[in-house]
């Protein structure tokens, strides 16, 4: 099951350049995965040689993502571990503009423990005042 994180300037009320974790802004909280229970995951991580996830970061509708680019980091399920990666910004698209409107991550580790992801966090401060959100995709295993 999808999860979505809100459509929202997640940025807007930062005051330093530092990671922002999506947990402690207003509004935030941790990815939580209910569908499954510990025992659950504990066995299809037993029985199980990889695991992925994907994340989509989408920006508002009416605007696209842009050339400046900022890092984020997904803290794996361990809570001791990230994966860091990078993202365009969002900014207002004009009528005729087709650039891209969202960017996917794809995780893919044989390293079980380390999915699914739990949280995120932002590079950045008051600058990013466009919205945006993130759809957090089902963590298979195989």
Sequence with gaps: MNTPVPLKA??????ADSFQWLSTKKDGFQFEYTESSVVQMRFL??????ASQNITFACQPGSRQ????????FLADTRRQSYVG???D????EAFDLGSQESV?????????LLPIRDLALFGNSDLIEEFS???GPVCFS
């Design 45 to 50: 991580r037993l029985n199980s040689n990889l």
């Design 90 to 93: 969002c900014m207002p698209a």
């Design 105 to 113: 991550f794809q995780f893919e580790t044989n390293d079980l423990v």
């Design 86 to 88: 990078t993202l365009r």
């Design 66 to 73: 842009g050339t400046t680019e900022r890092e984020i980091k």
């Design 134 to 136: 993130f759809t957090v």
């Design 10 to 15: 997640w940025l807007k009320d930062s005051d």
